[in-house]
């Protein structure tokens, strides 16, 4: 399929070809994407992924690419990111938030009208879409505990509603996964609250946030789900990996649950240090460090 083709189809979406994505990861990593277009609302995403199953094209879908390394082979096919969908509107008790939007700007929203329960999300940084294909969490609470109901778009191109119960939640999952659903916006069903309260509430947690973890440089955020009954960081630290350098990436000298790139590193960088994490707290502890970070594309040539 030529540039042209799909540009004359689209001609109100930007599409880029042969885009690096490190331009928008939070690593500052990753390969290029053969097509990268930039939807701004559910008709556009539909057509897109119509196109797409037509001609054959793998449709591979990003947020806010926060929690994400794209490897450095980068991404064959269609590549949609949905940071132009974000609109946020609010009835009654309930948000609901276009996937493309930023969850802090969800919270502050949330905040401005005096509804509490997204609190805890109030530093994610990743898009809502996101936040709930990973179920995220932060500070003790989950997106699972707010929101009641998605809009997504199956790969075969059909509109569906799902509740929460269909959306069916764990820890850092969701159904979304599974099915390799896109999801289009989703509704948080909050409380009444002080928006005073609300707001040193969302203060104290991000202040917390910003004592603790490495938000001055660039990172995919927590890479590792907690194992049970330990907690990452300590586990790394106990291993004297704190520090180490692998390439241009680090693990934090100041959270050792994150990796940072300090100097150009590159996805490779990134997943040669998660992999050898992984075998040295294995080898030390024999618990098995479970990825966070959404790992995708395809490895360089």
Same mark, same amino acid.
């Given at each position: 399929?030529?540039?042209?083709?799909?540009?004359?189809?689209?001609?109100?979406?930007?599409?880029? $070809?042969?885009?690096?994505?490190?331009?928008?990861?939070?690593?500052?990593?990753?390969?290029?994407?053969?097509?990268?277009?930039?939807?701004?609302?559910?008709?556009?995403?539909?057509?897109?992924?119509?196109?797409?199953?037509?001609?054959?094209?793998?449709?591979?879908?990003?947020?806010?690419?926060?929690?994400?390394?794209? $490897?450095?082979?980068?991404? !064959?096919?269609?590549?949609?990111?949905?940071?132009?969908?974000?609109?946020?509107?609010?009835?009654?008790?309930?948000?609901? %938030?276009?996937?493309?939007? %930023?969850?802090?700007?969800?919270?502050?929203?949330?905040?401005?009208? %005096?509804?509490?329960?997204?609190?805890?999300?109030?530093?994610?940084?990743?898009?809502?879409?996101?936040?709930?294909?990973?179920?995220?969490?932060?500070?003790?609470?989950?997106?699972?505990?707010?929101?009641?109901? %998605?809009?997504?778009?199956?790969?075969?191109?059909?509109?569906?509603?799902?509740?929460?119960?269909?959306?069916?939640?764990?820890? !850092?999952?969701?159904?979304?996964?599974?099915?390799?659903?896109?999801?289009?916006?989703?509704?948080?069903?909050?409380?009444?609250?002080?928006?005073?309260?609300?707001?040193?509430?969302?203060?104290?947690?991000?202040?917390?946030?910003?004592?603790?973890?490495?938000?001055?440089?660039?990172?995919?955020?927590?890479?590792?789900?907690?194992?049970?009954?330990?907690?990452?960081?300590?586990?790394?630290?106990?291993?004297?990996?704190?520090?180490?350098?692998?390439?241009?990436?680090?693990?934090?000298?100041?959270?050792?649950?994150?990796?940072?790139?300090?100097?150009?590193?590159?996805?490779?960088?990134?997943?040669?240090?998660?992999?050898?994490?992984?075998?040295?707290?294995?080898?030390?502890?024999?618990?098995?460090?479970?990825?966070?970070? !959404?790992?995708?594309?395809?490895?360089?040539?």
């Amino acid at each position: 399929m030529m540039m042209e083709e799909i540009t004359a189809a689209f001609p109100a979406i930007e599409i880029l $070809r042969n885009e690096p994505l490190a331009h928008y990861t939070h690593t500052k990593t990753g390969g290029p994407a053969d097509y990268l277009a930039f939807p701004t609302n559910v008709q556009e995403t539909k057509s897109l992924l119509a196109y797409a199953n037509q001609e054959n094209l793998p449709v591979t879908v990003v947020g806010n690419a926060s929690n994400l390394i794209v $490897r450095d082979g980068g991404i !064959r096919g269609l590549v949609m990111i949905l940071t132009k969908m974000a609109n946020i509107t609010v009835t009654d008790n309930t948000v609901t %938030a276009e996937a493309g939007a %930023a969850m802090i700007k969800t919270t502050q929203v949330a905040q401005a009208h %005096a509804l509490t329960g997204t609190e805890f999300a109030a530093g994610i940084p990743g898009s809502v879409g996101g936040a709930v294909f990973m179920n995220a969490g932060a500070y003790g609470g989950e997106i699972s505990e707010v929101v009641t109901a %998605a809009e997504i778009l199956t790969p075969e191109g059909e509109i569906r509603t799902l509740n929460a119960q269909e959306l069916d939640f764990g820890y !850092r999952h969701s159904s979304v996964q599974d099915y390799h659903d896109i999801i289009l916006t989703a509704t948080f069903t909050l409380k009444p609250g002080d928006g005073a309260a609300i707001q040193a509430m969302m203060d104290d947690l991000n202040a917390r946030r910003a004592a603790k973890q490495p938000l001055d440089l660039p990172s995919c955020g927590s890479v590792f789900k907690r194992p049970t009954g330990h907690y990452t960081g300590q586990l790394i630290q106990e291993a004297g990996l704190q520090g180490l350098k692998w390439g241009g990436a680090q693990v934090s000298t100041k959270h050792a649950g994150f990796i940072v790139n300090i100097d150009h590193a590159t996805a490779t960088d990134y997943l040669e240090l998660i992999h050898h994490i992984q075998e040295v707290i294995w080898k030390e502890d024999q618990v098995h460090l479970e990825t966070e970070v !959404r790992i995708i594309g395809e490895e360089p040539k």
